[in-house]
C-alpha cells in the first residue's frame, strides 16, 4: 500500500527555520508532481508549494522567497526547507503526491498524514 509519511515539524521561534520531509514509499509505477500544503487553525486547506517530476516549482505569495522545496526521485522523498518564519505559518502541513500505482490505472492523489509547525511570536 502507498504511504506518503511527512516528518520535521515541531515548534519553532519566529525567524527560525525548519525542514520538512516527505518520504513515499509502498508499490509506485511512477510520480508526477509532488506539494505541500497547509491548514491552518481555523482555515481551510491551502498550497504551499509544488514541484513537477522535472523540477519546476511553484509557490504560494505568501512563503515566496522564504521557502524552498525540493525533491529527489531516488529516494520518493519531497522536502520543504522553511527560513525566516513566521506565527502566520502556524498550521498542519501536508505532503501531497500524484503518483501511479499500476500501469493499468491513471494517476491519483495522495497525501501525508499531517505534521505539526507551530512558530511562537
Known amino acids: 500500500q502507498v504511504q506518503l509519511v511527512e516528518s520535521g515539524g515541531g515548534l519553532v521561534q519566529a525567524g527560525g527555520s525548519l525542514r520538512l520531509s516527505c518520504a513515499a514509499s509502498?508499490?509506485?509505477?511512477?510520480?508526477?508532481?509532488m506539494g505541500w500544503y497547509r491548514q491552518p487553525p481555523g482555515k481551510e486547506r491551502e498550497l504551499v508549494a509544488t514541484i513537477t517530476s522535472a523540477g519546476n516549482t511553484n509557490y504560494a505569495d505568501s512563503v515566496k522567497g522564504r521557502f524552498a522545496i525540493s525533491r529527489d526521485n531516488a529516494k520518493r522523498t519531497v522536502s520543504l526547507q522553511m527560513n525566516s518564519l513566521k506565527p502566520e505559518d502556524t498550521a498542519v502541513y501536508y505532503c501531497n503526491a500524484e503518483l501511479r500505482r499500476s500501469v493499468w490505472r491513471s494517476s491519483s492523489i495522495y497525501w501525508g498524514q499531517g505534521t505539526q509547525v507551530t512558530v511562537s511570536s
Open positions: 509502498g508499490n509506485i509505477v511512477s510520480i508526477n508532481d
